[in-house]
């Protein structure tokens, strides 16, 4: 929430990339249709796998009422809510989809109280994107080290000291050539 | 190390204040001076306590090869190292200073070999400050919410929905500050 186009698209390609890697499924930015962010996103999922949704534009409060109409959980991530190790194991326990909100400083009251954990990681001024990182660390119990991204034209191969990308297919091989 | 004066101050400010919340003695922010980020940091501090400190503008190969000369350790966070669960209980084991260097994409290969670690948050193409907020909760071994930030103007208090924020007296100010 709370994104401006231009002067935010680098923090919300932050967040997009950091949800993606620690295995969310998608991300919903309100208010602010933004194709550039959702076409950078795409670019990323495209070389890199996975099946990570992007969507700009819709009305917050539309997207938190639908998600909860259809049994969905809302947790928000912000500085002033209960601290993560107080309320993780219940959070984990629940099954329903979560969807998880981030955004500026300037968050309305009124999404305190839609929300059903405010969650804070560590009580102090913090980026959205790091507390976003740590969350989903914890909620999926640091294990999205193992995550599949299937489909993918290119692979990172990790390495002590070099940058080593596997490239999938030839097809992919001969586009990226052409790049 | 990349920061683009301008254009990546919110970035940067993220990188910091992410260092800081999580455990962090301070950040350098290399090449660049930026009097705005800084003063934004050093804002946060005043405020929030604690003595993180944040210096901008010195040549990065300079400040590794300092830092390794008094005996500290440098790791790099990129999306192309080892993974972060196979190498942090050797990087935990040691007892030096940490240097951890993060930036954008576009990190020079040199500083590939100057690092005595390169190590991924996923093999995936990641926010460096996502990936920072990870790294520094496993460096802690999740206890950064533990930490105490002295000196503090105002305090958080964790609320389940609402945002409560306690001004710390001046007395207590006063008394911190002797200490």
Redesign the interface.
């Known amino acids: 929430m709370g994104h401006r186009v231009f002067?935010?698209s680098?923090?919300t390609?932050?967040?997009c990339?950091?949800a993606?890697?620690?295995g969310a499924s998608g991300v919903i930015i309100a208010n602010s249709p933004d194709k550039g962010v959702e076409s950078s996103v795409r670019e990323?999922v495209k070389r890199?796998g996975g099946s990570f949704q992007v969507e700009t534009g819709p009305e917050w409060r539309h997207v938190i009422r639908g998600w909860k109409g259809e049994g969905g959980k809302v947790l928000h991530l912000t500085?002033?809510?209960?601290?993560?190790?107080?309320v993780i194991d219940q959070i984990q326990a629940v099954r329903a989809d979560l969807l998880v909100v981030v955004g500026s400083e300037k968050m309305p009251?009124e999404m305190?109280?839609l929300?059903d954990w405010?969650v804070?990681?560590?009580?102090?001024?913090?980026?959205?994107?790091?507390?976003?990182?740590?969350f989903l660390?914890?909620y999926h119990s640091?294990m999205?080290?193992e995550?599949d991204?299937p489909g993918s034209e290119m692979?990172?191969?990790?390495?002590?000291?070099?940058?080593?990308?596997k490239e999938v297919s030839r097809v992919a091989c001969k586009s990226l050539a052409l790049d």
Chains 1, 2 share one sequence.
């Open positions: 002067r935010d680098r923090v390609t932050h967040v990339l950091t993606r890697a620690l990323v890199f500085a002033y809510g209960l601290p993560l190790p107080k009251g305190f109280k929300a405010n804070s990681v560590t009580s102090q001024p913090m980026s959205e994107v790091g507390a976003l990182a740590v660390d914890w640091h999205e080290f995550l991204f692979q990172i191969v990790p390495s002590k000291e070099g940058k080593i990308v």
